[in-house]
């Protein structure tokens, strides 16, 4: 059995808060650059123009991309040959989230959902991170951590449809999610489809699309595909980069399938904004 | 035909009315920052006829909850927050002389009426963009409701600030429009 410090867990943690609170990852960087030369609006085209000069601030000088610096949000795959001395694995990603996001001056957003009270100075500044923890074989820990905003967040919405529905019905409720989100999620989007599963299956499936890598290709060649014809669908929309009209909407689609109940098509749409901030690491 | 306008605040009616929705605007001067909590007290104030903390006439509002500013720096990083919690209160801040609010995201109708009527512009900054909008703010100094935290109002000295023109002083609306152009019907 490996054992693994809790400091050490703690610091790795607090480490790809801080990098990803100014870095943009290097592949949602190349993805706007690329939508920039491709965007057929001057408007848009000079809001993406100012997002990649963002990014090369933030990053030369450590300031934050967005104020909106997002809910910690991880899924972590841990060994079955991995024991974390010295405290628990859960505490220890939620103690090095409080110190990345207060030592990087990064915005403190959780919150009592009916007061509204800010809960840094109760539960911990920027806590509770969102994890969802699961086991695999090995002696390693492997955390996948991402900034989740408000504004993104807040158009995301799931549906089980009747299996009647099929890949017709979905390519459809994709559009008109993004269609009704307009410009406040933030365009150039990412939109994570999750399909099958359950009810909750189906939306983390879809937060965890989030986290690929923009440009990657979907190892299932249908849903490859799949992937391609809801993005050309999307871009059709007109909504463009801050939802000034364009032809960039999408930066990228990507979909995780699931087996589902014979009677059940579940679908998730989770949207994340242009600053996808997103990362992995291996202890 | 989009153009490029270099103004200086406050702005004038003869500042406003040039524009159209899709120009691109660099603002530079003095913009007042206010959310939802100061926008309730400042029209509650304008309704009791009491005196603002500031000149409402010809003021640029911009809709903003920074980030805290590292040791030295005046601000954080700064991007606008999403415009429409501001919607119920805009009509009266444009009313009683204030031309401008900075934000993103779509207004209502009342907003865009109060627009036509009182010579106001809805402008449009990128969103995400916190770092390089908060860079262009050379000073920030907290002249209301310091309780409020990052919701205090604020003054803030810009210079070059980038905006788009969403909402124009004819009725013209650039999320609306800028997406109807670029829209492929099936």
């Known amino acids: 059995m490996r054992e693994i410090p809790f400091d050490t867990i703690v610091k790795a943690v607090k480490d790809i808060i801080v990098y990803s609170g100014t870095d943009l990852p290097q592949d949602t960087y190349d993805a706007l650059k690329k939508a920039m030369e491709d965007e057929q609006s001057p408007v848009a085209k000079n809001v993406i123009k100012q997002l990649l000069e963002n990014a090369d601030i933030a990053k030369d000088e450590k300031r934050p991309l967005c104020q909106d610096t997002g809910l910690a949000v991880f899924f972590v795959k841990v060994g079955d040959e991995v024991k974390v001395t010295g405290g628990l694995l859960k505490d220890a990603i939620n103690k090095g989230t409080e110190e990345g996001y207060r030592d990087a001056y990064l915005r403190a957003s959780t919150c009592e959902p009916f007061s509204r009270a800010n809960l840094k100075d109760t539960v911990g500044y920027n806590l509770p991170a969102i994890i969802h923890f699961d086991i695999v074989a090995g002696d390693k820990i492997e955390i996948e951590y991402a900034a989740k905003g408000g504004g993104s967040e807040n158009v995301s919405r799931a549906k089980v449809f009747p299996p009647a529905a099929g890949k017709e019905g979905i390519v459809a409720y994709v559009k008109e999610v993004i269609s009704d989100a307009g410009g406040n999620p933030c365009p150039p989007i990412t939109v994570g489809v999750g399909i099958g599963g359950t009810f909750e299956k189906a939306t983390i499936s879809s937060k965890h699309a989030l986290f690929r890598d923009i440009g990657s290709v979907n190892p299932d060649p249908e849903m490859a595909a799949l992937e391609q014809e809801i993005l050309t669908e999307v871009n059709k929309l007109g909504i463009g980069a801050m939802g000034m009209g364009g032809t960039q909407t999408a930066l990228a689609v990507h979909i995780e399938s699931n087996p589902c109940h014979i009677a059940s098509l579940p679908v998730s749409v989770n949207v994340q904004c242009h600053s996808s901030r997103h990362t992995h690491i291996t202890i | ?186």
Do not use: W
């Open chain 2, 1 to 186: 035909m989009s153009s490029t306008y270099h103004l200086t605040t406050p702005l004038s009616s003869e500042d406003t009315k040039q524009l159209v929705a899709g120009d691109t605007v660099y603002l530079t001067g003095v913009l007042f920052t206010a959310r939802d909590a100061a926008h309730k007290r400042l029209v509650e104030l304008i309704e009791k006829g009491e005196a603002l903390p500031f000149d409402l006439e010809g003021s640029v509002i911009y809709f903003v909850g920074p980030t805290p500013p590292k040791p030295g720096d005046p601000i954080g990083s700064a991007g606008p927050t999403t415009s429409y919690r501001m919607d119920s209160f805009s009509p009266t801040m444009l009313k009683h002389g204030s031309r401008g609010m900075i934000g993103k995201g779509k207004r209502n109708q009342a907003v865009k009426d109060a627009c036509v009527a009182y010579d106001g512009i809805y402008f449009g900054a990128t969103g995400g963009a916190g770092a390089l909008l908060g860079k262009l703010i050379k000073s920030a100094e907290v002249i209301a409701y310091p309780e409020l935290g990052p919701e205090a109002v604020r003054r803030l000295e810009v210079v070059d600030f980038p905006v788009a023109v969403i909402n124009d002083t004819h009725g013209n609306d650039l999320y609306q429009q800028g997406r109807e152009q670029y829209e492929v019907k099936a």
